[in-house]
């Protein structure tokens, strides 16, 4: 899966991102393995914001991919 979004707050263009995302087999379940590449501008994101917040989001998508 490939895909790029933009991040804005308000009128102002904060990050601008790339993704890829892959899906493989690995034991008895899937291995995911996650890129992003960003340009950041201005100061209001940042590489490590963007790694906290993608790493929240993930964590939540398998507990409920553990539930389902």
């Given at each position: 899966m490939?895909?790029?979004?933009?991040?804005d707050?308000?009128?102002t263009?904060?990050?601008?991102?790339?993704?890829?995302v892959?899906?493989k087999?690995?034991?008895?379940?899937?291995?995911?393995?996650?890129?992003?590449?960003?340009?950041?501008?201005?100061?209001?994101?940042?590489?490590?914001?963007?790694?906290?917040?993608?790493?929240?989001?993930?964590?939540?998508?398998?507990?409920?991919?553990?539930?389902?």
């Amino acid at each position: 899966m490939v895909y790029t979004y933009t991040l804005d707050m308000g009128e102002t263009r904060i990050s601008v991102s790339a993704t890829t995302v892959e899906f493989k087999p690995e034991g008895g379940g899937t291995k995911m393995i996650f890129t992003e590449q960003g340009v950041f501008l201005d100061g209001h994101d940042t590489p490590a914001l963007r790694k906290h917040g993608t790493k929240e989001m993930l964590g939540k998508l398998g507990v409920q991919l553990e539930i389902g």
